[in-house]
């Protein structure tokens, strides 16, 4: 299985909001309703943000929300604040579990 | 609380063995899979695989098959990643994680392999 392919960076001012890909196949985000995202602080372990596609752990901000549309899901971060700057990864089922490469959000 | 606490900071020699470990809390522990994941230096997450501590069914990714041994004892709520010979590559940040969808994670124990 190959890591599934995310946008090295993405960048946006306090407020706007971003969308950050995550491409696969077929062979899993293509099939499965089960793509999770994980933001990482650096020094620190990654947090849940996202599952199954589009569900919310308890406590996740609203902000954060999840989608899926033929082998590339997605996450968007609404009214971005200075606090989302970080690395952020998705993860499919593939009959195990890969990850994408990570995207660093940069908040300008 | 949920938690996962990993054993600490590892210095080791190539081709010495290691186990590394990840004790659960505050959960029914043989009825979560844990899994493992690496994070080379400057590097992104790579999964590596995962267990059921209840009936100790295990599953690796391709890259890491062979290559380290995931085992628990349920009896105290804990999960190891071993390996028999280390190399100089193996030095990364190794997590764990709870649950299909990794919902709590362990803090991490570094591993620095060096001569």
């Known amino acids: 299985q190959s890591a599934l392919t995310q946008p090295a960076s993405v960048s946006a001012s306090p407020g706007q909001s971003i969308t950050i890909s995550c491409t696969g196949t077929s062979s899993d985000v293509g099939t499965y309703n089960l793509v999770s995202w994980y933001q990482q602080h650096p020094g620190r372990a990654p947090k849940l943000m996202i599952f199954?596609?589009?569900k919310r752990p308890s406590g996740v901000s609203t902000r954060f929300s999840g989608s899926k549309s033929g082998n590339t899901a997605s996450l968007t971060i609404s009214a971005l604040q200075a606090e989302d700057e970080a690395d952020y990864y998705c993860c499919s089922y593939a009959g195990i579990r890969v990850f994408g490469g990570g995207t660093k959000v940069t908040v300008l | 609380e949920v938690q996962l606490v990993q054993s600490g900071a590892e210095v080791k020699k190539p081709g010495e063995s290691l186990t590394i470990s990840c004790k659960g809390s505050g959960y029914t522990f043989s009825i979560y899979w844990i899994g493992w994941v690496r994070q080379m230096p400057g590097k992104g997450l790579e999964w590596m695989g995962i267990m059921n501590p209840g009936d100790s069914d295990t599953r690796y990714s391709p890259s890491f098959q062979g290559q380290v041994t995931i085992s628990a004892d349920k009896s105290i709520s804990t999960v190891y990643l071993h390996w028999s010979s280390l190399n100089v590559s193996d030095t990364a940040m190794y997590y764990c994680?709870?649950?299909?969808?990794?919902?709590?994670w362990g803090q991490g124990t570094m591993v620095t392999v060096s001569s």
């Open positions: 994680a709870r649950g299909a969808t990794f919902d709590v």
């Open positions: 199954e596609v589009n």
